[in-house]
């Protein structure tokens, strides 16, 4: 099993930025963040391997930047030009040995 404790989030405005961490109990491959937001399916925010080879998702266009510390087992999303379009639940996602975990999840809910 592998614990992961997201960090960050909450109320953030128009225009703004958002930086969210997660930190696995395990050393894991892959790391990344989805987001839902209500009444929609689950979407890719970004993900990176051990390697930082980084993908994002095409609603991004280049406002968010991901990073990982391989040592402390943490990533980090960092996100700019927020729009209330960015509201949502954003989960912390990690695999290990074939299998992907999934945070509790951290609201950000960006006001106009």
């Known amino acids: 099993q592998v614990q992961l404790v997201e960090s960050g989030g909450g109320l953030a405005e128009s225009g703004g930025s958002l930086t969210l961490s997660c930190a696995a109990s395990?050393?894991?491959?892959?790391m990344g963040w989805y987001r839902q937001a209500l009444g929609d399916r689950r979407e890719l925010v970004a993900s990176?391997?051990?390697?930082?080879?980084?993908v994002y998702g095409e609603f991004v266009e280049g406002r968010a930047t991901i990073s990982r510390d391989n040592a402390k087992n943490t990533v980090t999303l960092q996100m700019n030009s927020l729009t209330p379009g960015d509201t949502g639940v954003y989960y912390c996602?990690?695999?290990?040995?074939?299998?992907?975990?999934w945070g509790q999840g951290t609201q950000v809910t960006v006001s106009s």
């Open positions: 990176t391997n051990r390697g930082g080879v980084a």
């Open positions: 395990s050393t894991v491959s892959a």
């Open positions: 996602t990690a695999d290990r040995f074939g299998r992907t975990y």
